[in-house]
């Protein structure tokens, strides 16, 4: 392996933002985890670290494209006219170097491009030969999405890569296979490989496409026209060959008599990471949280201390960022936060809330209120939407959350967003409500 300089690979930082003072016996301590990753940009790895620091935009990655091919792709045509056009506009965005494939989905996985169970590698040929490989793609057949993401780990796997991404165009529902298979191929791909999920049009599943994203460490996004499918695919191409380390896991420490209670992104979206924790050792757990380009994100973790006295301190737990390697040892990249407990008898500091930690609280609050008044308005309860849905008003407008915003004036009347009192509109767009619900995880910074 080449050996590169520091300065060549992503350089990762952990601050930590909490009220770290608690009344006397107080147990919940609050804090906000940024992790920023920035620096890199060379293909090549760390002396010691082989497959860690991938550079996507190099040889160590590689990237499989899922294509709706179901009959309901052909209504209206430009639904699979567009499919074509934005899988072409992918292909012609990865690096060379870059390891990939085609795949065709219907109730059966298709390898479209290259074929044999194998990966193409992009060059100018390869670029051509995949796109004149799209001109045989046609609509017809079932959906079965497990089939496709089985297929695409089994061409990602065959490649000696890092960093290995999906990205999934549906519009339809999962309906040629049970949940319970989706589910057992998200579980038996989670771990190896991220994915972008994006439905067009609006006879898809939100549920469905933002579980497969979120399962596998990646985006869900609405593409309602069809036409914007080119610029949607490019944008996720250019960030997927923008990452550069695959598999950084959080990992807490903590010592004998706390708990995590939980760990979650919070920005740039809400992700739930609690129950994706694994084993590190004594007091030890990781919590996976995908490949890094040159970006920052924000996790909030609750730990539960045991009660103490006025004037006792004690660290509540320790924050670290490490990629597990093949043989089971783990490389720290080196960047470290402690989250702190002291017990005070000053009110005014045990009761002030750190800025980071309400405003968080509040965006984890937005997304569940959302998708809540989302279902109660399907299900014909308008007072209870009504109530969760202003509530979702008054926490985009106290949060700076523009765009949330903007998304809930399609869906309510506003009439005092302080207080949050909307009234349901009596006609949603379809694409509009499904947009606000697949949005609704979309969080904003906290403001400094």
Not at 130 to 138: D, G, I, M, N, T
Not at 389 to 402: H, I, K, T
Not at 422 to 429: M, N, Q, S, T
């Amino acid at each position: 392996m080449a050996n590169f300089s520091k300065s060549n690979v992503p350089q990762f930082s952990v601050d930590v933002y909490q009220n770290e003072y608690l009344p006397e016996g107080g147990r919940e301590v609050n804090a906000i985890v940024t992790v920023s990753a920035t620096g890199g940009g060379t293909v090549g790895g760390a002396v010691g670290a082989p497959h860690l620091y991938a550079a996507g935009r190099g040889p160590d990655a590689a990237v499989a494209i899922m294509v709706d091919c179901s009959g309901s792709m052909d209504y209206p045509p430009t639904k699979m006219r567009g499919a074509r056009e934005a899988t072409a506009a992918a292909i012609d965005t990865l690096h060379d170097g870059v390891h990939f494939a085609v795949i065709g989905g219907t109730h059966v996985a298709k390898e479209v491009y290259p074929g044999n169970g194998r990966l193409a590698v992009a060059d100018a040929a390869t670029r051509g030969q995949a796109k004149e490989a799209l001109r045989r793609l046609s609509a017809g057949g079932g959906t079965a999405i497990g089939t496709w993401l089985r297929l695409a780990d089994r061409l990602l796997s065959s490649a000696e890569v890092s960093i290995r991404h999906g990205i999934l165009l549906t519009d339809g529902r999962n309906e040629h296979e049970s949940p319970q298979d989706l589910k057992a191929a998200l579980d038996s791909c989670a771990g190896r490989f991220t994915c972008d999920a994006r439905g067009v049009g609006t006879d898809w599943e939100v549920k469905e496409v933002t579980g497969i994203a979120s399962a596998l460490l990646g985006t869900a996004d609405i593409v309602a026209d069809p036409a914007a499918l080119s610029a949607d695919f490019t944008q996720m191409m250019e960030t997927a060959m923008g990452k550069e380390v695959a598999d950084v896991a959080l990992r807490l420490w903590t010592p004998v008599g706390t708990e995590i209670k939980f760990v979650k992104q919070v920005a740039p979206t809400v992700e739930e990471l609690t129950g994706r924790r694994t084993g590190a050792g004594p007091r030890a757990g990781d919590y996976p949280t995908g490949s890094w380009g040159d970006e920052s994100r924000d996790y909030h973790v609750c730990v539960e201390v045991p009660s103490a006295g006025v004037g006792q301190e004690m660290l509540a737990a320790r924050v670290s960022l490490v990629v597990p390697q093949g043989d089971g040892s783990v490389h720290n990249l080196g960047a470290q936060g402690l989250v702190k407990a002291v017990w005070t008898d000053d009110m005014v500091a045990s009761t002030r809330i750190n800025a980071q930690v309400a405003h968080y609280t509040g965006q984890a609050e937005l997304a569940q209120v959302i998708q809540q008044g989302l279902d109660l308005r399907k299900s014909g309860d308008v007072d209870g939407a009504t109530a969760k849905l202003g509530r979702a008003v008054q926490l985009a407008s106290v949060s700076g959350n523009a765009d949330t915003a903007k998304l809930l004036a399609k869906v309510v009347d506003v009439v005092d967003a302080a207080a949050g009192t909307v009234r349901l509109k009596a006609r949603v767009e379809e694409a509009d409500e499904m947009t606000l619900e697949t949005r609704s995880t979309k969080t904003v910074r906290v403001k400094k």
